[in-house]
């Protein structure tokens, strides 16, 4: 695969707002050394929205000259802060074997690292296959007639989804609603407006969640995620097919303890197909 040269080929002006965040510049004399820069459309509290560094870390890979196969893991530990402004990325392969790949993965501002990735890519062959996990048990109530979540005063990334919140509205955003007494969450969602989705866009719906601990706790606290894993449950083909419908969206917290929470997710077609499943550990402050 030929890694495509954007300063040669620059996005169109009706280019998605999703494809301009993660646009990157390959360096002509370092082919491991991609330049961007983080976009005021994705952007949280604090710098870039989680899931949109992930994917961009992973569009390093996926633009590469020596990628080889389609991504199966992807874990990203953000090191500190990601500062609003340019960035520089390192993605290098440190092992390729016959059918699996392994990438090493550095996000870098003013000469300090700010982001660490690994990621697992591999050529897939057709075997026997299942689903052991069950699809999450839904109110009979189509996509299209859930209640949308506000996003008046949230940040940028939140208005770059349509999210219909099924269950587990953070408190603070939906008050008349009682506390549910857990951190589980589902919710419907897509990018918005509508584009087709590939694995850099899954990455970051991945991390389209709110803290469990909004969930939980009915309130708004610090936090942020520390480390995330995405497994990949599909190939390229899947999702082309999948196109820009809705997906399913399942969250929920294992064990809150002392500044840190984990966090499980789960990501479907409306038809019952298993996209990604992912972990994070948060940290939080109370």
């Known amino acids: 695969m030929t890694a495509m040269n954007l300063s040669e080929a620059p996005l169109s002006a009706a280019a998605h707002p999703f494809d301009e965040a993660v646009q990157l510049r390959r360096d002509d004399a370092q082919p491991d050394l991609f330049h961007g820069g983080t976009s005021a459309a994705y952007g949280n509290m604090v710098g870039p929205f989680g899931g949109i560094t992930a994917a961009v870390l992973l569009q390093a890979v996926m633009q590469h000259p020596q990628r080889i196969g389609e991504p199966l893991s992807l874990t990203v530990n953000f090191a500190a802060p990601v500062a609003d402004g340019e960035f520089q990325i390192i993605a290098g392969a440190v092992r390729t074997n016959r059918s699996t790949q392994h990438w090493s993965i550095e996000m870098k501002q003013q000469g300090e690292t700010v982001t660490l990735a690994t990621a697992l890519f591999a050529t897939r062959r057709e075997t026997?296959?299942?689903?052991?996990?069950?699809?999450?048990?839904?109110?009979?109530?189509?996509?299209?007639?859930?209640?949308?979540?506000?996003?008046?005063?949230?940040?940028?990334?939140?208005?770059?989804?349509?999210?219909?919140?099924?269950?587990?509205?953070?408190?603070?955003?939906?008050?008349?609603?009682?506390?549910?007494?857990?951190?589980?969450?589902?919710?419907?969602?897509?990018?918005?407006?509508?584009?087709?989705?590939?694995?850099?866009?899954?990455?970051?719906?991945?991390?389209?969640?709110?803290?469990?601990?909004?969930?939980?706790?009915?309130?708004?606290?610090?936090?942020?995620?520390?480390?995330?894993?995405?497994?990949?449950?599909?190939?390229?083909?899947?999702?082309?097919?999948?196109?820009?419908?809705?997906?399913?969206?399942?969250?929920?917290?294992?064990?809150?303890?002392?500044?840190?929470?984990?966090?499980?997710?789960?990501?479907?077609?409306?038809?019952?197909n298993l996209l990604a499943t992912t972990t994070q550990v948060v940290y939080f402050k109370q």
């Open 128 to 272: 026997w296959s299942a689903t052991d996990a069950s699809f999450p048990l839904l109110p009979d109530q189509p996509a299209n007639q859930t209640a949308a979540m506000p996003v008046h005063r949230l940040p940028a990334w939140v208005q770059r989804y349509d999210i219909q919140v099924i269950r587990g509205m953070p408190g603070f955003m939906a008050p008349e609603q009682p506390p549910s007494g857990d951190s589980v969450s589902m919710q419907w969602i897509r990018d918005e407006p509508r584009r087709a989705l590939d694995f850099c866009a899954l990455t970051a719906i991945c991390d389209a969640f709110f803290p469990r601990v909004f969930v939980r706790r009915q309130e708004q606290v610090p936090a942020g995620t520390v480390s995330m894993t995405i497994y990949f449950h599909a190939d390229s083909a899947m999702l082309a097919a999948h196109g820009a419908q809705e997906l399913l969206g399942y969250a929920r917290a294992s064990r809150f303890y002392n500044n840190y929470f984990d966090q499980s997710a789960e990501i479907w077609t409306p038809s019952g």
